[in-house]
C-alpha cells in the first residue's frame, strides 16, 4: 500500500517537473550515470499498470457520477412534471366550476321577470298604501 502512494505521488509530480526526462539501464554493482530514482522491471511493471488501472479507475468514477447526476436531474424533471400537472388539472377543475356556476346564475337571470317588476311593486304598494288609508278612514268615521 506504501509502495502504491510512493507510486501515486511520483506520477503526480513526474509532470511538474521542468527538467528532462533521462533513461538508463544499469547493472548490478554498475554506478548510476545521474541521480535519481531506481526501479526494478517489476516495480517499473506496477509503476506501468498502475497508471493504467488509475486512469480506469477515474473513468469509472467518473461515469458512475455522470450517472447519478443524470438520475438525479430526471427525478427533478419528474417531480416538475408532476407538479404542473397538478396545478394544471386544479386549474381546469376551478374553470369547470366556476364556468358551471355562471351558467346556473344566467338561467336563474333568464327566469327572473322583466325590468318592470320594480315598478309595478311601487304602484301596487302605492295602491295598498292608498286603500288602506281609505279603508282604516271610512272605519273610524263609521
Same mark, same amino acid.
Given at each position: 500500500?506504501?509502495?502504491?502512494?510512493? !507510486?501515486?505521488?511520483?506520477?503526480?509530480?513526474?509532470?511538474? =517537473?521542468?527538467?528532462?526526462? #533521462?533513461?538508463?539501464?544499469? #547493472?548490478?554493482g554498475?554506478?548510476?550515470? *545521474?541521480?535519481? /530514482? !531506481?526501479? +526494478?522491471?517489476?516495480a /517499473?511493471?506496477? !509503476?506501468l499498470?498502475?497508471?493504467? *488501472?488509475?486512469?480506469?479507475?477515474?473513468d469509472? %468514477?467518473?461515469?458512475?457520477?455522470?450517472?447519478? #447526476? @443524470? +438520475? =438525479?436531474?430526471?427525478?427533478?424533471? @419528474? =417531480?416538475?412534471?408532476?407538479?404542473?400537472?397538478?396545478? $394544471? @388539472?386544479?386549474? @381546469?377543475?376551478?374553470? $369547470?366550476?366556476?364556468?358551471?356556476?355562471?351558467? #346556473? !346564475?344566467? %338561467?336563474?337571470?333568464?327566469k327572473?321577470?322583466?325590468? +318592470?317588476?320594480?315598478?309595478?311593486?311601487?304602484?301596487?304598494?302605492?295602491? &295598498?298604501? &292608498?286603500?288602506?288609508? &281609505?279603508?282604516? /278612514?271610512?272605519? &273610524? +268615521?263609521?
Open positions: 500500500m506504501l509502495s502504491n502512494l510512493f !507510486l501515486l505521488l511520483l506520477l503526480a509530480s513526474a509532470p511538474s =517537473q521542468a527538467s528532462d526526462s #533521462q533513461f538508463s539501464f544499469i #547493472q548490478k554498475n554506478a548510476a550515470p *545521474f541521480t535519481g /530514482t !531506481l526501479f +526494478n522491471p517489476d /517499473t511493471a506496477e !509503476l499498470a498502475n497508471s493504467k *488501472f488509475l486512469k480506469e479507475e477515474y469509472l %468514477k467518473l461515469g458512475f457520477e455522470l450517472q447519478k #447526476q @443524470e +438520475n =438525479q436531474f430526471s427525478l427533478y424533471m @419528474e =417531480q416538475i412534471d408532476i407538479t404542473l400537472n397538478t396545478a $394544471r @388539472e386544479k386549474f @381546469e377543475t376551478t374553470i $369547470r366550476i366556476k364556468n358551471t356556476e355562471i351558467e #346556473q !346564475l344566467n %338561467k336563474i337571470i333568464a327572473k321577470p322583466g325590468s +318592470n317588476t320594480l315598478l309595478l311593486g311601487i304602484i301596487g304598494g302605492f295602491a &295598498v298604501g &292608498v286603500a288602506a288609508t &281609505v279603508g282604516i /278612514t271610512y272605519a &273610524v +268615521n263609521k
